[in-house]
């Protein structure tokens, strides 16, 4: 995904779609087979017709790709991207494009990345996983072999009841183990998994809310009293609410609901400031305006809001954490110029800041920052216009300057970045490998990641979306994710500090 023009606005997408009647049998040479599926997307807050891919075939004679979907944009020819390679089209319509022949490179039996950019609206557009050929075996994405990861890395499904498993975000509980927020899709509520070990062989799922389509975009965290509190999307009432649990396995909270001004709460992030009370950046759609709402009391009964930057549409995938002066620090995506932006509030409740683009063009989705103890911020995030995981590492406490790091750049990779800080202070990030279809891992070995050791300790099937990473009580980088091929939530408790690393 390499145009120029990529600007994400996602469509919402089944995460397992059913193969079209007239998909070819399975293990048909030179045809896509029901492996192939729609790639759940980081977001779905366009009130824009959406662009959506159902099907996609590849005609064995021919060698001419059929791809159903809609608003494609008839009167402006939309791009076909397979993998890298931009693809003619032949005939187009609102609902259904034509190829011209591919080549044989580009037919190759195997996993390819199917992206369609609309023809209208050139901001939209949506990926499809398509399989050629005799499906890749257990455990592969390019249909080569690989080695299973170590014994000691575990992988643990916590929810299989449905299409569960979107928008995770995980914390450590007071006891130890983890805890791990996250969207059932299925029923469109918020729910919580609270381990009951630290590898969480074993569960307690709880449903959190439940009142119309409720738990997009959420954030966790827990307080050094042990309680977890939580931020999230109401896309029922398009408000920002926020939850505090009142014992550590939250089987009692208090809810609230923390901005009702328009459609507002999407992209929503979370920390607790240095006098214990919350504080959530989000996204106001209504405006375009990234926002912060400093509570007032532990229960958020009473809060601020400020609007820390309203230049053009602003405020996609905020991260928040609090700088080395106790304030906090965002990293967000500038919709409008497409680039990574980061902002220094100046006061706890943010009622003013400092702002600057650490990167241009392209830049800035699923962003992720951390502060370390040199007090100079770390953002690790997508860059869409290259296909590459990157990250910057701020030189002073602004981010006026930054060094700048291709983290992975094999293949289409960094979507869904996530980072925390290991025992030796430098980063670990999980991330989405679209090429392979698998859950990445990069572990620095310093803190500006100039040398990084990568594996995929998941690699069944299409996994590592909507990841999550913390370190737990053991040292060790424990990760959520969902499972795109069996609609589940998915837990990783790595092995060692570098996740059993393969150089």
Known sequence: MRAPLLLLILAVVSASAAAPPDAAPDGAAGTATPAGRRVPADGFWSDEPQLQIFSATLEPKTQRLTIIGENFGGHRLPTVKL????????????????????????????????????????????????VIGPPPGPGTGDGAPRPAGPASNQVQVIDRGGDVG?????????????????????????????CRDPSCTSAALR???????????????????????????????????????????????????????????????????????????????????LKVAHC?????????????????????????????????????????????????????SCASARVTAVDMGGVGLGTDIVVPDDGLPLIAYWDFFNDNLKLARCTDADCTKAELAVIDGNGSVGSNAAMALGTDGNP????????????????????????????????????????????GADGLPIVSYYDETNGDLKFLHCGDPACSLVE
């Open 166 to 194: 979107w928008s995770t975000s995980i914390a450590v509980g007071a006891d130890g183990n983890p805890l791990i927020l996250y969207l059932d899709y299925t029923n469109r509520d918020l729910k919580l998994a609270r």
């Open 296 to 348: 007032l009391d532990p229960d958020c009964a009473a809060v601020e809001r400020a609007t820390v930057d309203s230049v053009g549409n602003v405020g996609w995938y905020t991260s928040i954490a609090l700088g080395a002066d106790g304030n906090p620090v965002i990293s967000y995506f500038d919709v409008t110029r497409r680039d990574l932006k980061f902002a220094r509030c100046t006061n706890p």
């Open 428 to 471: 670990v990030i999980s991330y989405h490998d679209h090429t392979h279809s698998n859950l990445k891992i990069a572990h620095c070995s310093d803190r500006g990641c100039t040398n990084v050791r990568l594996a995929a300790p998941d690699a069944n099937g299409s996994v590592g979306w909507h990841t999550s990473i913390a370190i």
């Open 83 to 130: 993998d890298a390679a931009v693809l003619s089209i032949a005939n187009a319509t609102e609902t259904r494009l034509v190829t011209d022949p591919l080549a044989a490179d580009q037919a190759s039996i195997g996993t390819h990345l199917l992206t369609v950019i609309a023809g209208n609206d050139r901001t939209s557009f949506a990926v499809y996983t398509l």
């Open 207 to 289: 449903a959190m809310d439940t009142e119309g389509d409720v738990g997009w975009s959420n954030a966790l965290i827990v307080g050094a009293d042990g309680l977890p509190r939580m931020s999230y999307f109401d896309n029922t009432r398009k408000d920002l609410k926020f939850i505090r649990c009142e014992d550590p396995e939250c089987l009692t909270f208090k809810a609230q609901t923390i901005d009702t001004e328009g459609q507002v709460g999407q992209h929503t992030s979370l920390l607790l400031g240095r006098d214990g009370l919350p504080v959530i950046s989000y996204y106001d759609k209504t405006r375009g305006d």
